[in-house]
């Protein structure tokens, strides 16, 4: 199971995104409970992922370097920012699996949401932690002035990220006309990245894109029988004064709470209401918990980003026949389409 193990609720950014920081009276800016707690509940499980988050979880190196001399867990990682990459001891750099660093695609877009001089930290920490072997992604937020196709084109072309993923600025920020965006922007630009994916994939090469290898995977693996980032089923967050959430945006929502270390209870039945009849539930799941519960565009704009959901994933499976074709003729091997977001805390669904 996945880990998301809260650090701070501090941020040292204020991104147009979401603002920075969690309140204080949300997350707590410093850890409310002793790390015996978390050892005692994550190594009951055999398979425990643990990825630090927040805030910003490099703010409170301390605490990381304690969970990782106290706890087993069978791979480590962290969802950061990236700035305060040195901020943690190198030893504890070697033992990192993986590193999602926020980067929104090129110089000038990253800056402009997450701040000036973002980009230029964010690439020169990413190349800092690969040399300890660090996988690098590419946590990618998405909005209206994002050209899908040159922002991933252009990180993949750095050659410091060794996957990428996107979330698109939707549902939980100001509304803003996403539709006219979606359909003269971003889904001619997945086209052409479809299209790249495939191209590569002909070649005998997987690039790892996530959002299409995720809902391949899923066709030929494991189908997600709920959100595919596997919230309250098979990811669970745990925040900075003790409680255990399904969701780690969802810091304030009571319907998120599962319990607390000391007990709690995974989601039943994970697969939201509304999506039970949907005939890409098992490659979708429901695309995003916190958007389905909360709403903040009401139904009309909900559906306007399902809608738009449902097109990308029939371009994602678009290519499925030709696919087994390229298995059945040795060009690509099937166990290399394989992948598992809760290994990574990446979201297969933008």
């Not at 050209?147 to 410091?160: Q, R, T």
Request: charged residues 30%; neutral net charge.
């Amino acid at each position: 199971m996945l880990w998301l193990v809260l650090t701070t609720g501090k941020c040292n950014l204020t991104c147009d995104y979401c603002g920075g920081s969690f309140p204080k009276e949300a997350v707590p800016w410093e850890v409310k409970y002793d790390v015996s707690k978390l050892k005692n509940v994550i190594e009951r499980d055999s398979e425990a992922v643990v990825i630090f988050y927040g805030g910003e979880p490099l703010l409170n190196p301390k605490f990381i370097m304690s969970v990782m001399d106290n706890v087993k867990a069978v791979r480590w990682g962290i969802q950061s920012n990236g700035i305060g990459a040195k901020l943690l001891p190198d030893k504890y750099w070697k033992r990192m699996n993986i590193a999602l660093f926020s980067i929104d695609g090129r110089e000038e877009i990253t800056d402009k949401h997450r701040g000036r001089g973002v980009y230029k930290v964010v690439t020169r920490n990413a190349k800092y932690v690969k040399e300890f072997g660090v996988e690098t992604i590419a946590r990618m937020a998405v909005t209206e002035d994002s050209d899908i196709y040159e922002e991933v084109m252009h990180l993949l072309s750095l050659g410091i990220f060794d996957k990428v993923h996107w979330q698109l600025n939707v549902i939980w920020s100001e509304r803003w006309d996403f539709e006219t965006w979606a359909y003269k922007s971003y889904l001619p630009g997945l086209r052409r990245l479809y299209e790249y994916f495939m191209s590569e994939l002909r070649r005998g090469r997987i690039v790892k894109i996530v959002p299409f290898l995720g809902v391949i995977s899923s066709h030929f693996f494991k189908k997600y029988r709920g959100v595919a980032c596997g919230a309250g089923y098979e990811s669970i967050s745990v925040s900075t004064d003790g409680r255990i959430l399904s969701c780690p945006i969802a810091v304030r929502e009571k319907w998120a709470e599962l319990g607390t270390l000391e007990s709690f209870r995974l989601l039943d039945e994970p697969l939201p209401e509304e999506c039970k009849s949907c005939e890409f539930k098992s490659y979708c799941g429901g695309r995003c918990l916190y958007a389905v519960k909360e709403k903040y565009w009401g139904e009309e704009g909900f559906k306007v980003v399902d809608e738009v959901t449902k097109e990308y994933l029939r371009l994602t499976l678009s290519g499925i026949e030709e696919i087994k074709e390229l298995i059945r003729d040795n060009v690509i091997s099937l166990s290399d389409l394989k992948y598992d977001p809760v290994m990574d805390s990446t979201e297969v669904i933008p």
